[in-house]
């Protein structure tokens, strides 16, 4: 029989409750239905979870969570924070890429709980309210997705490139590594090769990300 | 009226991908959604002799743990239906595998690492039977069926292709291989079941609303009223998400025990084995032709794998019968019957490999005849269908190939493979030929004026990354004159009018047309001065007699150079030109990046992609996508799609052709073809990995 659940649910912390869509208008405002909500799980305690912090978006949210939750599975099932997308769970595809104190990181690698202390944030996070970032707009009008499904990790891989350049951190393609790199087309091809898109917008992807980080360097 | 359709528009549905708003399978959360997680089989063939799951039943937060032994009972499954996504999928209802990773638990916890680690903890012992696993030496499992999974003919049979081999002036007789394929789309299969009083709502990532329901809501023995399908956006398709899969029934039934929301998500590892592929064919290809390249015969025959539990027949050799003029001509499809996963479509069934080998046929012939492998495609240009002797509805592969050769640079290329050397890189250029079946099937659409100058459409098509809210914004905006933006597009709810979904390359054509004649309709309507709030019109499109008095095809040229590494044999690819004849664009935009992609799925089947079979376990190897190679951005340079101006009239009301596949289709072979002029190696089992290519360099 499957095992009683004795412990009792606790729903922790403020959660930022993205609204999910039905129909897609091509006027900017979007239909927000009520029968469709995004995931907000119930965060049950087992003996052995931990309590933590996790500050996402520029908000501070309290959690108790299995150890064994990652940073990926903790965004999605725990604080409702879909856009982060898993497409293989092992750091293959790049899917999950989110940015940690502004380095890019595929949040299926990392525990939530060793993320404490830093400054997490997600596709949800990088416009402007209504407005978009820079890199979202440029993807819009580049086309540079066709399924969407890998597009907010290549977003924000591309964002925390556009961070690695102004940082100088050279690559492997950087020929000479002393000099400050600049956002050519090979720079980005080989910067990016950490998120894969089967739809294969790669040419469109690089451009967009070309556009939206023209004049980015040191 | 403003021109809108055709027009390079952004995607409507863009910034809801962009900002993380778009709502996959996955995203739907409900209210306090739990866990599944599936348990598959580690034998190909035998039987279930017993399940101990008494240690993950007695894991924290599990729910449920259903095995064959006490999983609901459910409709049993048919070998052959009309459609055969709608037919029942019953879920651990037996101890018997018929493949290796068939789902033999699941596991329902509160969390999802406690779910995971349950079914981890499933422990099953099997009666181990003997399964028949290679594709070459299959025996009596070879099958020569009458069919292939589309209804045309497995055969054909025109003149006598030996005697013209015997009397060529050259003659070419090769095999080619292709190996398995998985779809590996970035999203990986996913389910989250809901049910409200006694409606179960399944949101799932499906390419085919209409066959879910069915299959669903028969699988559940649930009428179909009390059942909706919801698709709104799907994380790609590519043919492995024409069915449904176990997360969707086992999500449904999980919900109903357990009155919450379920979830089940297949890992990326669990897709290998659980969901379709594409099947690994041998090909042989003969071709005769006179010395000034007119071909004589066209042989082309094929041996295909297809699975023990259920059947699907690729009609590889199909497009062969269409393609090229010639008096003696064979075309054949045979399948092994092995206890594999079942094979499936894969963007393009058919054409796809089919053009892989043919292709590179094509261009061997033209260099033992020493002609341009363009001139020589020019000059075995049909007048009508070579078999079916009825006219091409439009046929524009002459004017594909001369502009592509033009803007290319063809006319800088030296036939001598190996001549052109640039430092360290050995450059080479090829050329292919693209042909894809175009199809139409029965849609229906609603339009609705929402208000005096707005209107919503409502369809219950997909949208898998093609375009398709787009295009139905810009066919409703240019019709009922009014401006895009005051388009509402619905899609991907099983409640609103049938459609056939997407698959086929069928989609955009069938659903536009449906769309188009419900918005012509409204618009007389309103043009006599009905409405305009509330004012509805439906719309249908069904195939013609056309689609019988006309062959009816899209076309394509490929141009692709490559450098091969004179000391190691690696290929880069460094440029990419189609150029392609679809009939009306219905978006210069989306259109062009579905070509593209098309392109590089090409690419990746001639450079990288192979799902590498254990014959001793009948299992797949490279389940996930840190072995299964597809492009990454590193791999792929400038690659550029043009299409021709052009209106199929025959084709649909809208004047288009399918071009979601038609990228694909020989794009491979232009690939293989440069490298062959690169640097003489012509290598006939795909993938074209360094090992095959080094001996030629030596």
Sequence with gaps: MPQKHLLTRRLLGTTAVATAMTGVAARAQIPQPKDVQTAIAPAPSFPGNLDMNL???????????????????????????????????????????VLINGVRMNSCLSLAASREGDKIVTIEGLADGEKLHPMQTSFVHADAFQCGFCTPGQICSAVGMANELKRGVPSAVTIDVAAAPTASVDEVRERMSGNICRCSAYPNIVAAILAATEGVTK | MATVIGMPIDRIDGPAKVTGKAIYAADVGADKPVFGAIATATIAYGSIKSIDASEARRQPGVLLVWT?????????????????????????????????????????????????????????????????????????????????????????????????????????????????????????????????????????AVQLVESAHACIATTLKLPPEKVEIVAEFIGGGFGGKLPVYGDAILAGLAARELKRPVRVVLTRQQMAHVTTHRGASVQRVRLAAQRDGTLTAIAHESLAQTARADDFVEPIVASTRSLYAAPNRFTQQRTAVLDLPIPGSMRAPGEAIGLLALEQAIDELAVKLDMDPIALRLKNEPKDDPEKHIPFSTRNLVACLQQGADRFGWNKRNPKPGANR??????????????????????????????AKTATVEMDM??????????????????????????????????????????????????????????????????????????????????????????QFAYGAHFAEVGVDADTGEVRLRRMLGVFDAGRILNAKTARSQLIGGMIWGVSSALY???????????????????????????????????????DRHANALGSKGVGELGICGAGAAVANAVYNACGARVREYPITVDKILPALS
């Excluded at chain 2, 589309?150 to 095999?175: N, Q």
């Excluded at chain 2, 086929?504 to 419900?518: E, I, Q, R, V």
């Excluded at chain 2, 597809?630 to 799609?641: K, T, Y």
């Design chain 2, 422 to 451: 640039q430092g360290q890189w050995l450059v080479g250029m090829g050329v292919a030929a693209a042909i894809r079946g175009n199809f139409l099937r029965k849609a229906e659409a609603k339009v609705t004026m929402t208000s």
């Design chain 2, 609 to 647: 992609e192979e799902q590498p079979l254990d014959l001793r376990f009948g299992s797949f190897m490279s389940v996930d996508l840190a072995n299964y190679h597809v492009p990454v951005h590193a791999d792929i340079p400038s690659v550029e799609a043009a299409t021709l101006k052009e209106f």
């Design chain 2, 462 to 551: 997909t949208d898998i990354g093609t375009g398709s809210y787009t295009i139905f914004a810009q066919i409703a905006a240019e019709t009922l004159d009014i401006p895009v933006e005051a388009v509402t597009v619905k899609l991907g709810h099983s409640s609103y009018p049938d459609t056939p979904g997407s698959g086929g390359s069928f989609g955009a054509s069938s659903c536009g047309a449906a769309l188009l004649d419900a918005c012509q309709k409204l618009k007389a309507r309103l043009d006599k001065g009905e409405g305009p709030q509330g004012l509805t019109a439906m719309g249908k499109a069904a195939p013609g007699d056309d689609y019988k008095k006309y062959a």
């Design chain 1, 55 to 97: 500050d996402v978006n520029g908000r501070q949210h309290r959690l108790s969570l299995d150890p064994r939750t990652t940073l990926l599975d903790a965004l999605r099932d725990h604080l409702g924070l879909t856009g982060t997308k898993k497409g293989c769970d092992h750091g293959q595809c790049g899917a999950c890429t």
């Design chain 2, 68 to 204: 064959h032994e006490n999983a609901p009972a459910q409709a049993p499954w048919v070998p052959k239906a009309e459609d055969p996504f709608a037919r029942p999928k019953p879920q651990l209802d037996s101890k018997k595998i018929q493949y290796y990773g068939q789902p033999v638990a699941l596991v329902v916890a509160t969390t999802f690492e406690a779910a995971r680690e349950a079914a981890a903890l499933i422990d099953v012992t099997y009666e181990k039977g003997e399964g028949v696993f290679d594709l070459e030496n299959a025996g009596k499992d070879t099958k020569t069926p009458k069919q292939d999974n589309v209804g045309k003919p497995a055969a054909s049979k025109v003149g006598d292709v030996d005697m013209a081999m015997r009397t060529g002036f050259v003659s070419v007789d090769e095999t080619y291989k292709t190996p398995y394929q998985n779809h590996n789309q970035m999203e990986p299969h996913a389910s989250t079941a809901i049910w409200d009083g006694d409606k179960l709502t399944v949101h799932c």
